[in-house]
């Protein structure tokens, strides 16, 4: 935080939310990134259990951070995957790269993990009407961004494709909803 006597207060205490998406694009976690990167893993542990996956630009370095941390017997214990996303894993080592890299592991098939990437994009509309705000209605303001890009968005994106794959393909013996 920045010292109280250069006039800026709070403004610095929050710095950027951490999301956790999944690779249809809706929000299933958003943390102040006040809170430690393995703190939210540990949330995310006990929300979805075992053998989840969790992609990174920092994969594989922060495999080493977890694994070394107070969370690294429950790690181990619930089969937790830290893997790099298409983008930055061809710039790894090649051994980071058979552990972490999604062309090697079995189930992602072409799934490139830069979802995040994506929706920060779309998020950083909301930067310059935040900036001076209060933390709560700074935090108020995401929370609503993320309901209505769920719901308004992603949903009905995923809704048309459904249909569209389904109802509309040639090869479909569905009939055709009236």
């Given at each position: ?137 700074h935090q108020q303001a995401i ?30 013996h569905h009939p055709s909803p009236?």
């Open positions: 935080m920045v010292e109280d006597n250069e006039g800026l207060g709070y403004i610095y205490d929050e710095m950027a939310v951490f999301v956790a998406v999944c690779c249809h694009g809706f929000c299933l976690l958003i943390a102040d990134m006040v809170a430690k990167y393995p703190l939210v893993i540990a949330r995310l542990l006990d929300i979805f259990g075992d053998s989840l996956g969790s992609g990174y630009d920092i994969g594989c370095q922060f495999k080493v951070t977890l694994d070394n941390s107070s969370l690294g017997p429950l790690i181990c214990l619930l089969n937790h995957t830290c893997l790099v996303g298409a983008f930055h894993g061809h710039a790894h080592r090649y051994l980071c790269q058979l552990f972490s890299l999604t062309t090697y592991i079995k189930g992602l098939k072409i799934e490139d993990l830069e979802t995040c990437k994506h929706t920060f994009s779309k998020l950083n509309s909301l930067a310059s009407s935040l900036r001076y705000t209060s933390m709560f209605h929370d609503s961004y993320f309901q209505h890009n769920n719901d308004f968005e992603v949903y009905a994106n995923l809704c048309k494709y459904l249909f569209y794959h389904t109802y509309m393909s040639p090869d479909s009236s």
